[in-house]
């Protein structure tokens, strides 16, 4: 897997901070073609405050902004706010598709406590 880091206004060679599992890339690039996401959007992969433990992960398709880092990952353009980055770092995106649970999670190693549902976390 490879990945290089551009921020959006001057480009560099940083190591992404996140993983995507092939999983998690396969589901990504089949919502991509399926949902007709348009030029100039990537996956925006973050953190916001709130949820039960503290803070919520965010995953979904945006624009670049101001204070974005770019990632390619698998061919998946992936943009991370650079001050999620230090709740984000070594975290895995995966996705499970089974009979018991469906959709994304997040193996985040900088987590402290989650919520039951893995929807949340404090660091």
């Given at each position: 897997m490879s990945t290089t880091a551009v921020s959006p206004t001057e480009p560099t060679s940083r190591?992404?901070?996140?993983t995507i599992s092939d999983r998690a890339a396969s589901e990504v690039k089949r919502i991509v073609a399926n949902k007709q996401i348009?030029?100039?959007y990537g996956l925006?992969?973050?953190v916001k405050g709130g949820g039960c433990s503290g803070m919520s992960y965010v995953l979904g398709f945006?624009?670049?902004?101001?204070?974005d880092l770019h990632f390619e990952i698998d061919g998946i353009t992936v943009y991370l706010d650079?001050?999620?980055?230090?709740?984000l770092m070594?975290?895995?995106v995966d996705y499970h598709?089974?009979?018991?649970a469906r959709g994304f999670v997040f193996d985040n190693p900088n987590?402290?406590?989650?919520c039951g549902c893995g929807s949340s976390f404090s660091a």
């Open positions: 190591p992404a901070p996140i348009p030029d100039g925006r992969v973050g945006d624009k670049a902004r101001e204070h650079k001050r999620h980055g230090l709740y070594g975290t895995t598709d089974g009979l018991d987590a402290t406590q989650t």
